[in-house]
């Protein structure tokens, strides 16, 4: 079997939605769109879950359903793709310039709830 060449995929190579074109603004790289929304989908539950647990608004046993709902969407589901992300933001910038605040989201505001 004969394999095709290996090609790195060119940034704009396809249509961009409104929504892409929104958070493309912000960072340096298209091609870093996925951990956008990647983010963004930990940010949405990890985060907010793992604030839940660490107060007393959750009583008796759904505390235990809780944290192992959390366990597992964060070790089957979301460590991975974020081990990637958090690896590759850190060789070189994920936001532009600008916004260069924003660079310190990934690791020190996802990063302790993973």
Request: aromatic share 18%; proline share 7%; net charge positive.
């Amino acid at each position: 079997r004969v394999l095709g060449p290996i090609t790195d995929p060119v940034a704009g190579a396809s249509k961009l939605s409104s929504v892409d074109r929104f958070f493309a603004q912000f960072i340096r790289d298209e091609r870093d769109l996925p951990f956008i929304y990647l983010s963004l989908q930990i940010f949405c539950t990890i985060v907010p879950t793992g604030l839940l647990l660490f107060s007393s608004v959750i009583p008796g046993y759904w505390w235990y359903v809780v944290a192992v709902a959390n366990i597992l969407l964060v070790s089957l589901y979301f460590l991975g793709p974020y081990t990637l992300m958090l690896h590759l933001t850190s060789h070189r910038r994920f936001y532009k310039n600008e916004y260069s605040f924003m660079n310190k989201f990934v690791p020190w505001i996802i990063g302790p709830f993973m």
